[in-house]
Nanobody, 124 residues
């Protein structure tokens, strides 16, 4: 069992950088595959980045490749995604997720544990 809580979302401007964090309630998720997804109103939740349970595989959505970086700190039960060179289409609620297997996945439906999200907005 793993409860996930995201944080770090805030209002940003184009070109800004931001790091989002996800804290797991216990160390059970240490070797779970983990991912970040995002959703804007009226659209389906979309894949952003994922890491395998042993961090030997990482994947990014084409739209964020080269700008976003997923990382983790297993000792602290934390998952991160660093967002750089943000553009307005990055405005969304960002969710972290985990699945009880080490195999990485980019598919939303394959994830079992979800946080409630943290919101990134752009100033007008």
């Amino acid at each position: 069992q793993a409860q996930l809580v995201e944080s770090g979302g805030e209002e940003v401007q184009p070109g800004d950088s931001l790091t989002l964090s996800c804290k797991a309630s216990n160390s059970a998720w240490k070797n779970f595959a983990k991912g970040w997804f995002r959703q804007v109103p009226g659209k389906d939740r979309e894949f952003v980045a994922a890491v395998s349970g042993f961090a030997d595989e990482i994947a990014y959505a084409d739209s964020v490749e080269g700008r976003f970086t997923i990382s983790r700190d297993n000792d602290k039960n934390l998952l991160f995604v660093q967002l750089t060179k943000l553009t307005p289409d990055g405005a969304a609620v960002y969710y972290c997720a985990a699945r009880p297997t080490a195999t990485m996945s980019t598919t939303e439906k394959s994830y079992y544990y979800w946080g409630r999200g943290t919101r990134v907005t752009f100033s007008s």
